[in-house]
Protein backbone atom coordinates (compact mmCIF):
# COMPACT_ATOMS: atom_id res chain seq x y z
CA UNK A 1 0.00 0.00 0.00
CA UNK A 2 0.87 3.60 -0.78
CA UNK A 3 2.07 5.94 1.69
CA UNK A 4 -0.72 8.35 2.84
CA UNK A 5 -1.08 11.51 4.06
CA UNK A 6 -3.80 13.88 6.14
CA UNK A 7 -6.02 15.72 3.05
CA UNK A 8 -5.83 19.46 3.78
CA UNK A 9 -6.54 21.84 5.37
CA UNK A 10 -4.43 19.83 7.68
CA UNK A 11 -0.92 18.31 6.98
CA UNK A 12 0.77 16.22 9.44
CA UNK A 13 3.09 18.23 10.57
CA UNK A 14 4.35 14.80 13.56
CA UNK A 15 3.26 11.80 14.23
CA UNK A 16 3.97 10.71 17.80
CA UNK A 17 3.94 6.95 19.33
CA UNK A 18 4.31 6.74 23.25
CA UNK A 19 5.14 3.24 23.41
CA UNK A 20 5.07 2.51 27.05
CA UNK A 21 2.01 4.29 28.43
CA UNK A 22 2.69 7.43 30.31
CA UNK A 23 6.97 7.45 28.92
CA UNK A 24 8.33 9.82 26.51
CA UNK A 25 7.07 9.53 23.16
CA UNK A 26 8.78 9.07 19.83
CA UNK A 27 8.64 11.10 17.24
CA UNK A 28 8.33 9.40 13.63
CA UNK A 29 8.65 10.14 10.04
CA UNK A 30 6.05 7.30 9.27
CA UNK A 31 4.18 4.66 10.97
CA UNK A 32 1.98 1.30 10.06
CA UNK A 33 -1.47 1.90 10.62
CA UNK A 34 -3.04 -1.13 13.14
CA UNK A 35 -5.98 -2.59 14.31
CA UNK A 36 -4.96 -1.24 17.95
CA UNK A 37 -4.06 2.15 16.58
CA UNK A 38 -0.59 3.55 15.55
CA UNK A 39 2.13 0.05 15.60
CA UNK A 40 3.67 -0.22 19.24
CA UNK A 41 1.19 3.03 20.57
CA UNK A 42 0.69 2.26 24.35
CA UNK A 43 1.42 -1.54 23.41
CA UNK A 44 3.63 -1.60 26.90
CA UNK A 45 2.42 0.02 30.30
CA UNK A 46 3.82 -0.26 33.90
CA UNK A 47 1.76 -1.68 36.58
CA UNK A 48 1.82 -1.89 40.47
CA UNK A 49 1.87 -5.60 41.24
CA UNK A 50 0.49 -4.84 44.57
CA UNK A 51 -1.70 -1.81 44.68
CA UNK A 52 0.97 -0.28 47.04
CA UNK A 53 0.69 3.23 45.08
CA UNK A 54 -1.46 3.06 42.61
CA UNK A 55 -4.53 0.38 42.44
CA UNK A 56 -3.61 -3.11 41.58
CA UNK A 57 -2.55 -4.08 38.37
CA UNK A 58 -3.98 -0.94 36.88
CA UNK A 59 -2.29 0.58 33.61
CA UNK A 60 0.16 3.48 35.07
CA UNK A 61 -0.78 7.10 33.75
CA UNK A 62 0.88 9.85 34.25
CA UNK A 63 -1.09 11.27 36.01
CA UNK A 64 -0.90 8.83 38.81
CA UNK A 65 3.07 9.21 38.30
CA UNK A 66 4.46 12.17 36.77
CA UNK A 67 7.96 11.32 37.00
CA UNK A 68 7.08 8.72 34.70
CA UNK A 69 8.09 11.29 32.10
CA UNK A 70 11.93 11.06 32.97
CA UNK A 71 12.29 7.44 30.75
CA UNK A 72 13.25 7.97 27.61
CA UNK A 73 12.36 5.69 25.02
CA UNK A 74 13.39 4.59 21.47
CA UNK A 75 13.54 2.26 18.94
CA UNK A 76 16.54 0.21 17.11
CA UNK A 77 16.89 0.95 13.96
CA UNK A 78 14.73 -2.10 12.65
CA UNK A 79 12.49 -1.52 15.37
CA UNK A 80 12.93 -4.87 16.43
CA UNK A 81 13.87 -3.63 19.75
CA UNK A 82 12.64 -1.31 22.34
CA UNK A 83 15.18 0.86 24.26
CA UNK A 84 14.25 2.27 27.64
CA UNK A 85 17.05 5.18 29.58
CA UNK A 86 16.18 6.90 32.99
CA UNK A 87 18.43 8.95 35.13
CA UNK A 88 20.91 6.59 36.58
CA UNK A 89 20.49 3.62 34.98
CA UNK A 90 21.84 1.32 32.27
CA UNK A 91 20.11 1.25 29.04
CA UNK A 92 17.39 -1.23 28.97
CA UNK A 93 16.59 -2.93 25.89
CA UNK A 94 13.63 -5.56 25.62
CA UNK A 95 12.35 -6.86 21.89
CA UNK A 96 8.93 -5.20 20.72
CA UNK A 97 8.03 -8.42 18.95
CA UNK A 98 4.90 -10.72 20.85
CA UNK A 99 6.88 -13.83 20.58
CA UNK A 100 9.82 -12.41 22.34
CA UNK A 101 7.52 -12.61 25.38
CA UNK A 102 6.43 -16.42 24.83
CA UNK A 103 8.35 -17.55 28.20
CA UNK A 104 7.71 -14.75 30.07
CA UNK A 105 4.37 -14.30 33.01
CA UNK A 106 0.80 -13.91 31.95
CA UNK A 107 -0.94 -10.62 33.68
CA UNK A 108 -3.96 -9.07 33.18
CA UNK A 109 -3.98 -5.25 33.24
CA UNK A 110 -7.13 -3.03 34.12
CA UNK A 111 -7.89 0.22 31.82
CA UNK A 112 -8.64 2.44 34.51
CA UNK A 113 -9.15 5.03 37.02
CA UNK A 114 -8.94 4.06 40.30
CA UNK A 115 -8.03 5.20 44.00
CA UNK A 116 -5.63 3.08 45.65
CA UNK A 117 -7.31 3.42 49.30
CA UNK A 118 -10.89 3.41 48.43
CA UNK A 119 -11.66 2.00 45.22
CA UNK A 120 -13.45 4.17 43.54
CA UNK A 121 -13.42 5.47 39.97
CA UNK A 122 -14.18 4.08 36.54
CA UNK A 123 -12.74 0.68 34.40
CA UNK A 124 -13.24 0.58 31.02
CA UNK A 125 -12.21 -3.19 31.09
CA UNK A 126 -9.05 -5.80 30.90
CA UNK A 127 -6.46 -6.78 28.86
CA UNK A 128 -4.42 -9.28 28.84
CA UNK A 129 -0.49 -9.19 29.20
CA UNK A 130 3.00 -10.90 29.56
CA UNK A 131 5.17 -9.88 32.01
CA UNK A 132 9.03 -9.24 30.93
CA UNK A 133 10.91 -10.14 34.29
CA UNK A 134 14.60 -7.97 33.28
CA UNK A 135 11.97 -4.87 32.26
CA UNK A 136 10.28 -5.19 35.62
CA UNK A 137 13.14 -5.18 38.06
CA UNK A 138 15.03 -2.55 36.00
CA UNK A 139 11.74 -0.27 36.18
CA UNK A 140 11.58 -1.52 40.27
CA UNK A 141 14.70 -0.15 41.28
CA UNK A 142 14.53 3.12 39.05
CA UNK A 143 11.39 3.95 40.49
CA UNK A 144 12.00 2.60 43.87
CA UNK A 145 15.05 4.69 44.10
CA UNK A 146 15.55 7.58 47.13
CA UNK A 147 15.46 11.17 45.69
CA UNK A 148 18.79 13.15 46.88
CA UNK A 149 16.55 15.99 47.68
CA UNK A 150 15.79 15.07 51.15
CA UNK A 151 12.40 13.82 52.73
CA UNK A 152 10.80 10.62 52.29
CA UNK A 153 9.61 10.10 48.45
CA UNK A 154 10.88 8.02 46.13
CA UNK A 155 11.95 8.59 43.02
CA UNK A 156 8.28 7.50 42.20
CA UNK A 157 6.81 10.46 44.27
CA UNK A 158 5.40 8.26 46.94
CA UNK A 159 6.56 6.77 50.07
CA UNK A 160 6.61 3.03 49.93
CA UNK A 161 8.71 0.92 47.61
CA UNK A 162 6.33 -1.31 45.60
CA UNK A 163 6.54 -3.94 43.27
CA UNK A 164 6.49 -2.45 39.66
CA UNK A 165 5.58 -4.93 36.10
CA UNK A 166 6.42 -3.95 32.74
CA UNK A 167 3.95 -5.62 30.46
CA UNK A 168 3.49 -6.05 27.03
CA UNK A 169 -0.04 -6.07 25.57
CA UNK A 170 -1.44 -9.45 24.11
CA UNK A 171 -4.72 -8.08 23.48
CA UNK A 172 -6.41 -4.76 22.80
CA UNK A 173 -9.71 -3.60 23.65
CA UNK A 174 -12.81 -3.01 21.64
CA UNK A 175 -14.77 0.31 22.53
CA UNK A 176 -17.87 -1.54 21.84
CA UNK A 177 -17.34 -3.62 25.17
CA UNK A 178 -16.56 -0.76 27.47
CA UNK A 179 -19.31 -0.38 30.30
CA UNK A 180 -21.49 2.57 30.16
CA UNK A 181 -19.09 4.33 33.02
CA UNK A 182 -19.23 7.64 31.57
CA UNK A 183 -22.45 9.48 29.91
CA UNK A 184 -20.54 9.44 26.55
CA UNK A 185 -20.36 5.45 26.29
CA UNK A 186 -24.00 5.17 27.55
CA UNK A 187 -24.86 7.13 24.59
CA UNK A 188 -23.39 5.15 22.83
CA UNK A 189 -25.03 2.40 23.33
CA UNK A 190 -28.69 3.72 22.74
CA UNK A 191 -27.57 6.31 19.55
CA UNK A 192 -26.97 3.89 16.73
CA UNK A 193 -25.41 6.74 15.22
CA UNK A 194 -23.23 8.02 17.77
CA UNK A 195 -22.28 4.50 18.82
CA UNK A 196 -20.82 3.52 15.19
CA UNK A 197 -18.74 6.67 15.29
CA UNK A 198 -17.11 4.89 18.93
CA UNK A 199 -16.71 2.00 18.60
CA UNK A 200 -19.32 -0.08 16.57
CA UNK A 201 -17.38 0.28 13.28
CA UNK A 202 -15.03 -1.86 15.19
CA UNK A 203 -12.61 1.10 17.07
CA UNK A 204 -10.15 -0.76 19.33
CA UNK A 205 -7.10 0.09 21.02
CA UNK A 206 -4.51 -1.28 23.74
CA UNK A 207 -3.28 0.84 26.53
CA UNK A 208 -4.15 4.86 25.48
CA UNK A 209 -6.96 5.94 27.69
CA UNK A 210 -9.87 5.95 26.08
CA UNK A 211 -9.26 5.33 21.85
CA UNK A 212 -7.09 4.36 19.27
CA UNK A 213 -5.84 7.76 18.39
CA UNK A 214 -5.54 11.36 19.45
CA UNK A 215 -5.32 14.14 16.78
CA UNK A 216 -3.95 17.59 18.41
CA UNK A 217 -3.63 21.01 16.37
CA UNK A 218 -0.51 23.04 16.58
CA UNK A 219 -2.33 26.14 15.99
CA UNK A 220 -4.64 25.75 18.89
CA UNK A 221 -1.59 25.24 21.05
CA UNK A 222 -0.07 28.47 19.81
CA UNK A 223 -3.22 30.47 20.60
CA UNK A 224 -2.57 28.81 24.14
CA UNK A 225 0.89 29.76 24.17
CA UNK A 226 -0.04 33.35 23.55
CA UNK A 227 -2.75 33.46 25.88
CA UNK A 228 -0.17 32.21 28.50
CA UNK A 229 1.83 34.90 27.80
CA UNK A 230 -1.21 37.14 28.96
CA UNK A 231 -1.78 35.99 31.96
CA UNK A 232 0.29 36.86 35.44
CA UNK A 233 2.93 35.04 36.40
CA UNK A 234 5.41 32.70 34.82
CA UNK A 235 5.92 33.24 30.97
CA UNK A 236 5.99 30.84 28.53
CA UNK A 237 8.58 31.64 25.11
CA UNK A 238 6.85 30.45 21.50
CA UNK A 239 4.04 28.03 21.11
CA UNK A 240 2.02 26.10 24.41
CA UNK A 241 4.34 22.25 23.94
CA UNK A 242 2.19 20.14 21.57
CA UNK A 243 4.14 17.44 23.06
CA UNK A 244 2.73 18.11 26.78
CA UNK A 245 -0.82 16.83 25.29
CA UNK A 246 0.82 13.69 23.84
CA UNK A 247 -0.90 13.37 20.44
CA UNK A 248 -0.35 11.15 18.06
CA UNK A 249 -1.24 13.30 14.86
CA UNK A 250 0.25 16.24 14.91
CA UNK A 251 -2.14 18.81 12.21
CA UNK A 252 0.03 21.98 10.81
CA UNK A 253 -0.52 23.42 7.18
CA UNK A 254 -3.31 26.11 6.88
CA UNK A 255 -5.36 24.27 10.00
CA UNK A 256 -6.66 27.20 12.14
CA UNK A 257 -7.14 27.42 15.80
CA UNK A 258 -10.18 24.89 17.45
CA UNK A 259 -10.68 23.50 13.85
CA UNK A 260 -10.30 20.47 14.59
CA UNK A 261 -13.28 20.37 16.96
CA UNK A 262 -15.41 20.87 14.08
CA UNK A 263 -14.15 17.71 11.86
CA UNK A 264 -16.33 14.96 11.88
CA UNK A 265 -14.57 12.72 8.92
CA UNK A 266 -10.71 13.29 8.44
CA UNK A 267 -9.91 11.71 4.98
CA UNK A 268 -6.31 10.04 4.73
CA UNK A 269 -5.57 10.54 0.93
CA UNK A 270 -2.37 8.51 -0.62
CA UNK A 271 0.74 10.92 -1.79
CA UNK A 272 -0.56 10.96 -5.04
CA UNK A 273 -4.16 13.17 -3.90
CA UNK A 274 -5.61 9.67 -5.01
CA UNK A 275 -9.20 9.89 -3.32
CA UNK A 276 -8.88 6.40 -1.39
CA UNK A 277 -7.34 5.29 1.83
CA UNK A 278 -7.81 5.44 5.38
CA UNK A 279 -11.01 7.54 6.97
CA UNK A 280 -11.00 8.68 10.40
CA UNK A 281 -13.52 9.82 11.99
CA UNK A 282 -14.46 11.92 15.19
CA UNK A 283 -15.61 10.27 18.59
CA UNK A 284 -14.80 13.06 20.82
CA UNK A 285 -13.20 16.26 22.22
CA UNK A 286 -10.14 15.22 24.35
CA UNK A 287 -11.30 16.38 27.93
CA UNK A 288 -8.08 16.87 29.55
CA UNK A 289 -6.23 15.94 33.23
CA UNK A 290 -3.22 17.34 34.62
CA UNK A 291 -0.72 15.87 32.18
CA UNK A 292 -1.08 18.47 29.32
CA UNK A 293 0.39 21.32 32.66
CA UNK A 294 3.35 18.81 32.78
CA UNK A 295 6.89 19.12 30.95
CA UNK A 296 7.52 16.15 28.90
CA UNK A 297 11.19 15.70 29.82
CA UNK A 298 11.08 16.09 33.40
CA UNK A 299 7.32 15.50 34.62
CA UNK A 300 7.40 18.92 36.74
CA UNK A 301 5.12 21.47 35.72
CA UNK A 302 5.37 24.11 33.30
CA UNK A 303 4.30 27.10 35.32
CA UNK A 304 5.69 25.86 38.82
CA UNK A 305 4.31 29.30 40.17
CA UNK A 306 0.83 28.76 38.44
CA UNK A 307 0.45 24.71 37.86
CA UNK A 308 -2.94 24.74 36.08
CA UNK A 309 -1.97 27.34 34.11
CA UNK A 310 -3.24 25.43 30.91
CA UNK A 311 -6.89 25.15 32.56
CA UNK A 312 -6.93 28.69 34.27
CA UNK A 313 -6.29 29.98 30.39
CA UNK A 314 -8.54 28.20 28.98
CA UNK A 315 -11.65 28.15 31.72
CA UNK A 316 -11.51 31.70 31.06
CA UNK A 317 -11.76 31.94 27.12
CA UNK A 318 -13.86 28.57 26.83
CA UNK A 319 -15.93 28.11 29.77
CA UNK A 320 -18.29 26.04 28.21
CA UNK A 321 -15.91 23.40 27.48
CA UNK A 322 -14.49 22.18 30.40
CA UNK A 323 -17.79 21.78 31.61
CA UNK A 324 -19.54 18.93 28.72
CA UNK A 325 -21.70 16.89 30.37
CA UNK A 326 -20.63 13.59 27.99
CA UNK A 327 -17.74 13.09 30.35
CA UNK A 328 -19.54 13.18 33.46
CA UNK A 329 -16.70 13.15 36.40
CA UNK A 330 -13.77 13.26 33.74
CA UNK A 331 -15.15 16.18 32.58
CA UNK A 332 -12.27 18.73 31.37
CA UNK A 333 -11.01 20.92 29.15
CA UNK A 334 -11.24 20.01 25.46
CA UNK A 335 -7.40 20.29 23.66
CA UNK A 336 -7.54 17.68 20.57
CA UNK A 337 -10.13 15.49 19.42
CA UNK A 338 -10.32 11.34 19.86
CA UNK A 339 -10.51 9.51 16.26
CA UNK A 340 -11.14 6.17 15.48
CA UNK A 341 -10.56 4.26 11.82
CA UNK A 342 -12.39 1.11 12.67
CA UNK A 343 -9.46 -1.37 12.35
CA UNK A 344 -8.41 -0.27 8.90
CA UNK A 345 -4.90 -0.62 8.26
CA UNK A 346 -2.27 1.63 5.97
CA UNK A 347 1.03 3.40 6.29
CA UNK A 348 0.87 6.93 7.56
CA UNK A 349 3.80 9.89 6.67
CA UNK A 350 4.36 13.23 7.95
CA UNK A 351 4.68 15.60 5.29
Known sequence: MDSLVIQKPGVIQELWIYPVKACRGVSVESCQMTPFGLEFDRAWCLVDCDG??????EAISQRKMPVLATVAVAFS????????????MDQLVVPTALEGYSEEKDVTVENCGRSTTSGDGWSFGF?????????????SKYLNGALHTGGNKLVSGFEKPASYAFVRSVTGLALADYPPVLPMIARSKADPVYGQDFGGSGNAKRFADLAPVLLVNQASASWLGEQCK??????MDGDYPIGSFRGNVVVGGSAKAWEEETWKQIAILRSSGEASGITMRKIKESARCTVPCRDQSTGGWLFPKNMLQFWKVYGKA????????????????FF???????????????R
Open 52 to 57: TNVAKL
Open 77 to 88: SDRQQLLLDAPG
Open 127 to 139: MQGKCHEAASIWI
Open 230 to 235: QENGQR
Open 318 to 333: FPLKTKDPDWGSWAGP
Open 336 to 350: GIYVGYGRQEGHIVC
